[in-house]
Nanobody, 116 residues
């Protein structure tokens, strides 16, 4: 079964850090570009960051540029999102996504809450 599983979310104070993981099962992540998205309560899902197959090209939403870093470890079949200097407005459910052949795969999401 093809799956993406996110982990690493939690409650953190403003200015803190978290590292999210997106692990794939049922297929090799190394052949596919991966994106991170987030959805805050009452808002539409938005793109946060993406990384290409080789890992040498990344993109970030303006709101997270300079604070978040996306990376991949193909040996572990995992993509990461390092989030630093977190702000309350980063509070959301974070999802990873890829289009595997014709399937648009989403994980179940991991909750990130930034609050004092």
């Amino acid at each position: 079964q093809l799956q993406l599983v996110e982990s690493g979310g939690g409650l953190v104070q403003p200015g803190g850090s978290l590292r999210l993981s997106c692990a794939a099962s049922g297929f090799a992540l190394e052949y596919w570009a991966i994106g991170w998205f987030r959805q805050a309560p009452g808002k539409e899902r938005e793109g946060v960051s993406c990384i290409n197959i080789s890992g040498d090209s990344t993109n970030y939403a303006t709101s997270v540029k300079g604070r978040f870093t996306i990376s991949r470890d193909n040996a572990k079949n995992t993509v990461y999102l390092q989030m630093n200097d977190l702000k309350p407005e980063d509070t959301a459910v974070y999802y990873c996504n890829t289009v595997y052949r014709t399937q648009n795969l989403w994980g179940q999401g991991t909750q990130v809450t930034v609050s004092s």
